[in-house]
């Protein structure tokens, strides 16, 4: 009998311990998965925008246009322009240049993708500018911002020669001056896939007179599906020894008049917050647009005719800031 007691007693403690461990096991199960939500951006390196020198063929050819996933090209005084090319891995470009210095407008575009600033001094109102926004910068031309450009008078010897390691500028903004290092802005959406503009005019030939003095064409390859890019008349070379080309163009009209600055250099003011009218061109055709810009630090949102907001082929891209009263030809 006391065996029989003792052995309902164990399976008496097993059930129970049993049911304990059941229920220990659907309080697990019934807890809810952690969400991740899959729309959050994701950090990213911030990129680099560099001020490149574009002032007359002492300048050229210049090196990192070919590597920059977005060049601007915008008036400056004198009738030449000056690009500020983009780039997203920034700390891989070990020479990029001649580097020269800012204008106020092309702040506008580097906040728009959060890039840190590089250029080698500025302009009146650049200089109050910058810290104004609060822009992100190393300057080539103050003391230990100045150590991480360097002279290389291979092409010229004169003020066209001033370069910089990118990965030194990165590391020196992040690690010396304190600005963070990634990024989660995003600037603008890009195709998964390589599309064509189905409804848009044929674009083989695009002319962009900037000045009197200065203008840009684009021709199309259509066995490379890119824009060979031209500076008056002649094929736009890289240093690399490769000719410049655009997979996209985005290109429209800006209200500039001159700017007194105080100096009576010509510098130019364009209107940059605002909307208007332009055109993308891919893959030999181009579409009608808008572009529209809230504010100084506001993103530019492009879209189509129908109001859906464009999507750019992969690849890399040239915005064309064309002054005022300038014309655009496609043909």
């Not at 951006?41 to 246009?65: C, F, H, W």
């Not at 600005?179 to 695009?206: C, L, M, P, R, V």
């Not at 985005?250 to 055109?279: A, P």
Request: aromatic share 10%.
């Amino acid at each position: 009998m006391k065996r029989i007691i003792s052995l309902i007693l164990i399976l008496s403690l097993v059930f129970i311990a049993g049911c304990k461990k059941e229920e220990v096991s659907k309080e697990t199960v019934e807890n809810p998965p952690v969400e991740i939500d899959e729309n959050l951006p994701e950090y990213v390196t911030r990129p680099v925008a560099v001020m490149i020198d574009n002032d007359g063929p002492s300048s050229r050819p210049q090196k990192g246009l070919e590597s920059a996933y977005m060049v601007y090209e915008i008036l400056i005084e004198g009738g030449s322009t000056r690009t500020m090319a983009i780039f997203k891995d920034a700390p891989n470009m070990d020479k990029v240049g001649p580097i020269r210095s800012s204008r106020h407008y092309f702040l506008d575009f580097a906040l728009e993708h959060d890039a840190i600033y590089c250029h080698s001094g500025w302009s009146p109102k650049a200089m109050n500018d910058i810290p104004k926004l609060n822009v992100n910068n190393v300057n080539g031309i103050l003391g230990d911002d100045g150590k991480n450009f360097y002279r290389d008078n291979t092409y010229d010897s004169t003020w066209h020669n001033l370069y910089a390691d990118l990965n030194k500028i990165y590391a020196y903004g992040v690690e010396k001056k304190g600005y963070k290092g990634t990024t989660n802005q995003k600037h603008i959406a890009y195709n998964n896939e390589e599309f064509d503009i189905e409804d848009g005019s044929n674009a083989t030939n695009i002319t962009l007179p900037y000045s009197y003095r200065y203008t840009v064409k684009y021709t199309y390859n259509p066995d490379e599906k890119v824009y060979t890019r031209y500076i008056d008349n002649e094929e736009h070379m890289s240093q690399t020894g490769d000719v410049l080309t655009a997979k996209n163009i985005i290109v429209y009209n800006v209200k500039n008049y001159d700017l007194n600055d105080g100096e009576n250099k010509g510098r130019q003011e364009f209107e940059t917050v605002g909307s208007g009218k332009g055109y993308y061109i891919t893959n030999g055709k181009a579409s009608e647009i808008t572009w529209e810009k809230a504010g100084r630090t506001k993103k530019t949102v492009y879209k189509y005719a129908d109001g859906t907001e464009l999507k750019l082929n992969p690849g890399n891209t040239y915005v064309q800031i064309m002054p005022g009263k300038a014309s655009i030809t496609i043909e």
